[in-house]
């Protein structure tokens, strides 16, 4: 029975819970690439889009159709001058077919509806390159925010440390009379404060894998660090006025918006097409058969033909249709503005990022390199005698700290280096594949 409960929660531990394993920022994408809802709604909306253009290219293709009747049929006939005798009432069937074939020979409204399909699948192949930069973008922003909660954590972890050895120091000072209890009472609050903020930082790392996992739909572990082997370079080229004006050239928002505004466009001329006169070329094909007082009857009718049919007036309904088709193409027009501006500012944002970024992490790592040998010697100091316990804490803490913002600078050069390429539109997996090298 034992085993038997243990193969039950086995076959359901391995059904329902997600694997739990190490894997690199690369693999992590690939996860995110299939499971994101973000991503796949925008990947299954492109593939209704699609569909579009076969359905208005129906429209301009024959069409065929077959349609029966039966019929019984109940006949009085009433004359008050008869010499042959037949009135009365009487009862009979009839039935009949109708095959009919139509050939649209001019619809402008289905004409401008073909080439709508066009500019739809255009925005949306757009929309679709732009949600994958994005998927790549919050992909890496998710997976280091998972790397600043390690660092955090590292730091809470090693504050606490400091503080405990500074509340022991702060002990033993007044056990021998040293100093009195404000002091030791002073550093159980600091040390209660760090063990709360330890108990936060760990909080905040369980977080930043559920934000991870809500990309990815799956649970990671052990994640690789940022290798201290990374290049800063510089934008190529070094002129944000020549990344603005690629941006607004090749940006996919703006690209999508500007498909968009000539559907628009193209909605005016369909509903324009409300007041022009329809073609269509009909063969019909059709037999009636119908019985009655006088004998059975047989109709058979076989023509061919072209059809006209001239609208003149519909109450308004086609004007008004054109008078909104004009306000919404203002609409997509300032939709399309919007993304330059967009688009602009989040390049040059970016852009003035990466090079700050530079000059930021350049001095930060010296901060660390600085802190690191000011550490040395305070740990020298106090061998000696020269340094208290109290000044090697505040010395390992301001190191702890270094590190730190040391690598929450490189993080954020590395995303401002991602944004300024999708700002431009050139964001690609090789630029993540680049960035996946990186980490250890």
Same mark, same amino acid.
């Given at each position: 029975?034992r085993?038997r409960?243990?193969?039950?929660l086995?076959?359901?531990?391995?059904a329902?819970v &997600?694997?739990?394993?190490?894997v690199?920022?690369l693999?992590i994408?690939?996860y995110a690439?299939?499971?994101?809802?973000?991503y796949?709604q925008v990947a299954?909306?492109r593939?209704?889009?699609?569909?579009?253009r076969?359905?208005?290219?129906s429209?301009l293709?024959?069409?065929l159709s077959?349609?029966?009747n039966?019929?019984t !049929?109940?006949?009085?006939?009433?004359?008050? #001058?008869?010499?042959?005798g037949?009135g009365g009432?009487?009862t009979?069937s009839?039935?009949g077919?109708? %095959?009919?074939? *139509?050939?649209?020979?001019?619809r402008?409204d289905?004409i401008?509806q073909y080439?709508?399909?066009?500019n739809?699948?255009?925005q949306?192949d757009?929309?679709?390159?732009?949600?994958?930069q994005d998927l790549?973008?919050r *992909?890496t922003?998710?997976? #280091?925010?998972?790397? =600043? =909660?390690?660092?955090? %954590?590292?730091f809470?972890?090693a504050?606490?440390k400091?503080l405990?050895?500074q509340?022991?120091?702060a002990?033993?000072?007044?056990?021998?009379g040293?100093t009195?209890?404000?002091?030791v009472?002073e =550093?159980q609050a600091?040390?209660d404060r760090?063990f709360?903020?330890?108990i936060?930082?760990?909080n !905040?790392?369980?977080?930043?894998?559920e934000?991870?996992?809500?990309i990815?739909?799956a649970y990671? &572990?052990?994640p690789?660090?940022?290798?201290?082997?990374?290049?800063?370079?510089?934008p190529?080229?070094?002129e944000?006025d020549?990344?603005?004006?690629?941006?607004?050239e090749?940006?996919l928002?703006i690209?999508?918006?500007?498909? =968009?505004?000539d559907?628009?466009?193209?909605e005016i001329?369909?509903q324009?097409?409300g007041h %022009?006169p329809?073609v269509d070329?009909?063969?019909?094909?059709?037999l009636?058969?119908?019985?009655?007082?006088f004998?059975?009857?047989? &109709?058979t *009718?076989? &023509?061919?033909?072209?059809?006209l !049919?001239?609208?003149i007036?519909?109450?308004?309904?086609?004007?008004?249709?054109?008078?909104?088709s004009?306000q919404?193409?203002?609409?997509?027009?300032q939709?399309?503005?919007?993304?330059?501006?967009n688009?602009?500012?989040?390049?040059?944002?970016?852009?003035?990022?990466v090079?700050?970024?530079?000059?930021?992490?350049?001095a930060?790592k010296q901060a660390?390199?600085?802190s690191e040998t000011?550490?040395?010697?305070?740990e020298a100091? #106090?061998d000696?005698g020269t340094?208290?316990?109290?000044?090697?804490?505040a010395a390992?803490?301001?190191t702890s700290?270094?590190r730190r913002?040391y690598a929450r600078?490189?993080?954020d050069? %590395?995303?401002?280096t991602?944004?300024l390429?999708?700002?431009s539109g050139s964001?690609? *997996?090789?630029?993540?594949?680049e960035?996946?090298r990186?980490? !250890?």
């Amino acid at each position: 029975m034992r085993i038997r409960n243990f193969a039950f929660l086995w076959v359901f531990l391995t059904a329902y819970v &997600s694997p739990v394993f190490p894997v690199d920022l690369l693999e992590i994408y690939g996860y995110a690439l299939d499971s994101d809802p973000q991503y796949q709604q925008v990947a299954a909306t492109r593939r209704a889009v699609l569909e579009q253009r076969p359905q208005a290219l129906s429209q301009l293709l024959p069409s065929l159709s077959f349609s029966a009747n039966a019929f019984t !049929n109940e006949q009085e006939i009433e004359s008050i #001058f008869n010499p042959l005798g037949q009135g009365g009432k009487v009862t009979y069937s009839s039935h009949g077919y109708s %095959l009919d074939l *139509t050939q649209p020979l001019f619809r402008g409204d289905r004409i401008m509806q073909y080439l709508q399909a066009d500019n739809r699948i255009k925005q949306a192949d757009a929309e679709l390159i732009a949600a994958e930069q994005d998927l790549i973008l919050r *992909t890496t922003v998710a997976y #280091f925010e998972v790397l =600043a =909660a390690y660092d955090n %954590l590292g730091f809470a972890e090693a504050e606490k440390k400091s503080l405990s050895r500074q509340l022991d120091q702060a002990k033993q000072r007044f056990d021998v009379g040293l100093t009195a209890i404000t002091d030791v009472q002073e =550093a159980q609050a600091g040390h209660d404060r760090a063990f709360a903020a330890e108990i936060e930082a760990r909080n !905040n790392v369980d977080n930043a894998w559920e934000a991870l996992r809500e990309i990815t739909g799956a649970y990671f &572990s052990e994640p690789a660090t940022l290798g201290d082997t990374m290049p800063l370079v510089s934008p190529q080229p070094e002129e944000i006025d020549a990344w603005t004006g690629a941006a607004l050239e090749q940006n996919l928002n703006i690209l999508a918006a500007r498909h =968009a505004v000539d559907t628009a466009r193209r909605e005016i001329k369909r509903q324009k097409a409300g007041h %022009l006169p329809t073609v269509d070329m009909v063969a019909r094909h059709r037999l009636d058969e119908s019985g009655g007082r006088f004998g059975s009857i047989e &109709s058979t *009718t076989s &023509s061919v033909g072209v059809e006209l !049919n001239v609208p003149i007036f519909q109450g308004g309904y086609v004007s008004s249709r054109v008078r909104e088709s004009h306000q919404r193409l203002d609409a997509e027009r300032q939709r399309l503005e919007q993304a330059r501006r967009n688009a602009q500012r989040l390049t040059r944002q970016a852009y003035l990022g990466v090079i700050s970024g530079i000059s930021r992490v350049n001095a930060l790592k010296q901060a660390v390199v600085s802190s690191e040998t000011a550490l040395l010697a305070t740990e020298a100091g #106090f061998d000696v005698g020269t340094r208290t316990a109290v000044d090697v804490v505040a010395a390992e803490r301001a190191t702890s700290q270094a590190r730190r913002d040391y690598a929450r600078a490189r993080y954020d050069y %590395l995303l401002d280096t991602l944004r300024l390429k999708q700002a431009s539109g050139s964001l690609s *997996t090789e630029d993540l594949r680049e960035v996946n090298r990186w980490l !250890n």
